[in-house]
């Protein structure tokens, strides 16, 4: 068939001239041909277009169409380029005239061109129709029903990912933008509006002119009734694309912003200039961040590519101009909704956090080659479920909730109270900006004053609270009263790699998170052991992944684990010894190339962000007993039996009964009964024996607080923590063991239910005695505030206070700046002359021996003296007997005195300009930890390459 050949002579009321387009599509282009010429309603007039191919696409046209119906074209033609050339040789035909544009890459069903054309009988004013696409590999996967942008050039088809066509988008209607590839396009409409810009050689063509149809007055429809396979081979560069010299993605970029440009109305132009400005720049920097530095170019240089050629944009719009404005209230109906820019952001939010870098979830094409965990046949019908479904079908979901619920209830009484406090949890009060202020100064005026530097938990306080809007008691009440539920779904989500059950990491997960070093952290209110018991499970993840992946994850993984491991040891520093003591064996035990450096990497990491408070502790070897809040006696069991600990209970407020954990550590010991994993089971009982000899060992050492008021035996929850972990894993890794005896019937069955009734009495054992006893400890919803009303008033000039409190080891004291210390004051160490010079003044007055104890307190800012409830008569007729005091307000609840001879407030120091450049290091550092611990991108060579000499599997061409 020639292409100055008549139309046929019997020919409907339409007359259709197809152009099939091809450029090395040779892989495709023969089930294309034939799906073309089968068609039920068969085309008038057929030209084929070869754009310079080298791989014998040019013969396979020329034998399915003949010579004369074939064009030959250089390799740089675009495909508008390759349709102009082609209508501007084909005369007209007779009737009413369509061309049906085909991609190389793109079979139509038998029955495609019927349907179309019976869809524009239906509507008169349909100048543009498209048949439904879905993917040439996995023919149940959608590609597109019709295609939508945003206002930055977003492309937008409204599937999901891999999304099976089960008649769910069925039925004719108005879309603002069909494919080139099976599009059906009115000839005289495509004269009147310009046809395909040639300016757009590949990628957003299509949207340009069914916009521009759209502007004309006519109408865009999607028919789902026509279906045709596309192989989307230049999108997903399984071609190589010579039209243009740019990559195709900043191609696709560029063109997206050149037709929203150019077809948007002045006003909303305007917004989109801006929007479009900063959302480029935005989109670079999180493309640097996600290490995509060729994905930030491309965006770059798009922007730059449409924003700074003006004059082409004017001229663009001039051609655009005529129903622009009276077409764009149809349009804009049509463009994707502004909500849907937050479901975009948390897909790419979710497949960054997925390691699949910042996608464009809404603009790529959807259906992806089959991969080797795609779905078996069927399995869509039962996972593509609603959005309701598939979250609380999920068992980490449920679980997650169920703690939520348990937590609620067994914090029933401190939850809702207007200041948390208590235990080792000093009273929270103030907001970020405290925070903020506390740890960037370099001298503290808290208490008698002191350059030490502020722990560096206070500054991950400030950055949670930030982000809570400024609330320092929501952050501190999210780590501490929340770790439990927290807990869970970090165990739960940690053990996917290395659990293959997911009810077993359920059982698990809510173990872990139920342990007595939960409730008794809470109960405590140890804020350090709950932030530590929170990220225990990342630890092992992590771990697992340095020692297991490949390199470069197994290297991203290391500078995960040593920002993470950065944050624990600033709430518990024991955790930096018990996990570097673990690693070093692991290393040693399971030697890979590059394992050593991801090793030194992890562990260098805390060092070098902890470094100037890390001298601190080093200075003070007993810190790294302590944790984040008060050290006091009461909050531990001096005399903690070994069979506590090897129950995994450490003592102290809040426990339950011994027996709770039974059923957890009888699974335990059932799993040296098993023959498999022997390895593992080795490995996960050496770290169980490990943090309970080192509990032991916490338990029974005297350590002193930071500023020597206070000894007492150090609290062992963190080493049971690693301790529980080892155990935990064990169980679970036998739990294959326990479904084989189910199957096996008998007496092997019944065994196996009994191993899962122990196993998982000790989570509903645990859950039922914290809902029964409730926080049973010092920590409170509403405690007072320390500070009295009397003395914070009348000290608003820097003056300071005395604060004598009684405990179990006698008369302590403490000296406070005009208000209640924020959290982390208390954890600032004091020079060991001023604190020494106070403390026996103090003793001085308390006893009565009167000579210049007054005049030293004087001498060091001290206004009033307070004594906190029970105020004891002895001392109380002490102060009264001081001729330097004088009595202000004295209770059973609180006694206040001040001083009568004038006081001095001692001048700070200068502050020291290197305190404030290694903050701004130590947030460089930070920032750099951060990009480089980020999952990043998969590149190609990510992903498994598709044989390039396989076939292309056919398509059954038979009448459906």
């Avoid at 597109?144 to 066509?165: I, P, Q």
């Avoid at 999607?222 to 010579?242: K, L």
């Avoid at 509903?764 to 509403?782: F, N, Q, S």
């Avoid at 009565?848 to 307190?857: H, K, M, N, Q, W």
């Amino acid at each position: 068939m020639s292409i100055t050949d008549p139309p046929h002579p019997q020919r409907p009321h339409h007359t259709v001239t197809a152009i099939v387009v091809s450029h090395d599509g040779s892989r495709w282009l023969g089930e294309t041909l034939e799906a073309l010429l089968k068609q039920t309603r068969p085309v008038d007039r057929v030209v084929g277009v070869d754009n310079g191919s080298r791989d014998g696409s040019a013969a396979l046209l020329t034998a399915a169409l003949g010579s004369r119906a074939v064009l030959t074209l250089p390799r740089s033609t675009g495909f508008g380029e390759a349709v102009a050339e082609v209508l501007d040789r084909l005369g007209p035909g007779g009737g009413q005239e369509w061309i049906w544009l085909l991609h190389d890459d793109c079979a139509p069903d038998v029955h495609a061109l019927r349907l179309l054309l019976e869809a524009a009988d239906e509507d008169p004013k349909a100048a543009v129709l498209g048949p439904k696409l879905r993917d040439w590999l996995d023919r149940r996967l959608l590609l597109e029903v019709g295609v939508t942008v945003d206002r930055t050039g977003r492309r937008d088809t409204g599937l999901e990912a891999r999304e099976f066509d089960q008649g769910q988008y069925d039925g004719t209607r108005d879309v603002l933008s069909v494919s080139t590839a099976g599009m059906l396009v009115r000839r005289d409409v495509w004269e009147e509006v310009g046809g395909l810009d040639p300016a757009l050689p590949l990628f957003r063509d299509d949207l340009d002119l069914c916009w521009r149809v759209r502007n004309a007055g006519h109408r865009v429809r999607n028919v789902t009734g026509a279906v045709a396979w596309h192989a989307e081979a230049a999108t997903r560069r399984r071609r190589r694309i010579t039209a243009s010299g740019d990559h195709p993605r900043r191609l696709d970029r560029r063109n997206a912003l050149f037709v929203v440009m150019a077809n948007l109305p002045l006003r909303p132009l305007l917004w989109a200039l801006v929007r479009n400005a900063f959302g480029s720049i935005f989109r670079t920097v999180l493309f640097l961040v996600a290490k995509q530095p060729a994905n930030a170019l491309d965006e770059f240089l798009a922007f730059g590519s449409v924003f700074g050629h003006p004059i082409r944009m004017i001229k663009a719009r001039r051609v655009r101009a005529k129903g622009r404005r009276q077409g764009y209230a149809a349009v804009s109906r049509l463009l994707t909704q502004p909500g849907a820019g937050y479901r975009r952001l948390a897909d790419r939010a979710r497949s960054y956090l997925a390691g699949g870098g910042f996608v464009e979830s809404a603009g790529r094409h959807h259906a992806m080659a089959a991969s080797p965990h795609a779905q078996e046949d069927g399995e869509e019908l039962l996972t593509d479920a609603g959005v309701m479904q598939r979250v609380f079908g999920n068992p980490g979901v449920l679980l997650f909730l169920a703690l939520v619920l348990v937590t609620l209830v067994a914090e029933r009484a401190v939850t809702g109270g207007a200041r948390l406090g208590g235990g080792a949890l000093v009273p929270v009060i103030g907001g970020a900006s405290d925070l903020w202020d506390l740890y960037r100064a370099s001298y503290h005026q808290v208490g008698l004053g002191t350059d030490a530097w502020a722990p560096p938990y206070v500054a991950v306080l400030a950055v949670l609270s930030t982000l809570l809007f400024g609330k320092t008691w929501l952050a501190v009440s999210l780590l501490l009263l929340g770790c439990v539920p927290l807990a869970g779904i970090s165990a739960y989500a940690a053990t996917r790699s290395m659990i293959p059950g997911r009810w077993t990491r359920v059982w698990l997960a809510s173990s872990y998170a139920l342990l007595p070093v939960a409730t008794g952290a809470v109960a405590a209110g140890r804020l350090g052991t709950a932030v530590v018991f929170v990220l225990l499970p990342v630890y092992a993840a992590l771990a697992t992944a340095v020692l297991t992946a490949e390199r470069r994850r197994a290297r991203r993984a290391a500078w995960g684990l040593g920002l993470l491991l950065a944050v624990g040891t600033a709430f518990a520093p024991l955790v930096y010894p018990l996990t570097a003591i673990l690693g070093a064996l692991a290393a040693l035990a399971f030697p890979r190339r590059g394992v050593a450096v991801s090793m030194l990497v992890a562990f260098a990491v805390p060092v070098a962000l902890l470094f100037p408070w890390l001298l601190q502790v080093v200075a003070d070897p007993g810190q790294l007993l302590l944790e984040a809040g008060l050290h006091q006696p009461e909050l531990v069991d001096p005399a903690l039996p070994a069979g506590s600990l090897l129950l995994l209970s450490p003592g102290g407020p809040g426990m339950p009964p011994l027996w709770v954990t039974g059923g957890l550590l009888a699974a335990c010991l059932l799993a040296l009964l098993m023959r498999r994993n022997r390895m593992v089971i080795a490995v996960g009982w050496g770290v169980a024996l490990f943090g309970v000899l080192v509990a032991i060992l916490v338990s029974r050492t005297t350590v002193t607080s930071i500023n020597g008021d206070v000894e007492a035996p150090a609290w062992p929850g963190v080493p049971l923590a690693f301790a529980a972990t080892g155990m935990l894993v064990v169980a679970a890794l036998t739990a294959d063991r326990i479904v084989e005896f189910r199957a096996a019937g008998g007496a092997r069955r019944l065994a196996a239910l009994g191993v899962v009734l122990v196993a998982f009495s000790t989570p509903l054992l645990a859950a039922g005695m914290w809902i029964v006893k409730g926080v049973d400890g010092p920590l409170r919803g509403t405690v007072r505030d320390v500070m009295p009303a009397l003395a914070a008033n009348n000290s608003s000039g820097g003056e300071r206070t005395l604060l004598l409190r009684s405990s179990t080891g006698g008369l302590l004291f403490t000296v406070l700046r005009g208000r209640t210390p924020v959290v982390g004051e208390a954890d600032i160490p004091v020079p060991e002359g001023p604190r020494e010079l106070v403390r026996l003044a103090a003793a001085g007055l308390v006893s009565g021996r009167g000579g210049d104890d007054a005049r030293v307190l004087a001498a060091h800012g001290v206004r009033f003296v307070v004594v906190t409830a029970p105020v004891d008569p002895e001392i109380s007729h002490a102060l009264d007997s001081q001729p330097s005091l004088a009595r202000m307000s004295l209770s059973r609840s609180v006694g206040v005195w001040r001083l009568t001879q004038p006081i001095a407030l001692p001048v700070p120091p200068p502050g020291d300009p290197w305190h404030g450049r290694w903050l701004w290091a130590q947030a460089v550092l930070v920032l750099v930890v951060l990009v480089l611990a980020a999952p990043g991108a998969r590149t190609e060579s990510d992903e498994p390459a598709l044989p390039q000499n396989l076939p292309e599997p056919r398509r059954e061409l038979a009448a459906r």
